[in-house]
């Protein structure tokens, strides 16, 4: 059973930066797209950054584009994101197709494997 584990997530200040990791124990990750979604409090869970399986292809949430990074090797998914805002705030998951997408996708559909999601709060 593939179990996905996010670390990183945590108090930051605006303008500030983290870096979100998710681990797949025991599954290669270079084959699958893979994505992180965000859930504010009171709002729907959103796609924010997308990688298709070649890695060529990206997509990403018009609030974050330029920000946030997406990036794979073999065993971690990472969500770089840079100059952060208050409304950046929410629990991100990871998520992995468990197949091969050419295209990179943000629908939440398409994804077999989700993580448990960790906390990022940007606030002074």
């Known amino acids: 059973q593939l179990q996905l584990v996010e670390s990183g997530g945590s108090l930051v200040q605006p303008g500030g930066s983290v870096r979100l990791s998710c681990a797949a124990s025991?599954?290669?990750?270079?084959?699958?797209?893979v994505a992180w979604f965000r859930q504010a409090p009171g709002k729907e869970r959103e796609g924010v950054s997308c990688?298709?399986?070649?890695?060529?292809s990206t997509q990403y949430a018009d609030s974050v584009k330029g920000r946030f990074t997406i990036s794979r090797d073999n065993e971690k998914v990472y969500l770089e994101m840079n100059r952060l805002k208050p409304e950046d705030t929410a629990v991100y998951f990871c998520?992995?197709?468990?197949?091969?997408?050419?295209?990179?996708?943000?629908?939440?559909?398409?994804?077999?494997?989700w993580g448990q999601g960790t906390q990022v709060t940007v606030s002074s």
């Open positions: 998520a992995i197709a468990g197949m091969y997408i050419v295209q990179a996708t943000c629908d939440p559909r398409e994804y077999a494997y």
């Open positions: 025991g599954f290669r990750l270079d084959a699958y797209a």
């Open positions: 990688l298709g399986s070649t890695g060529s």
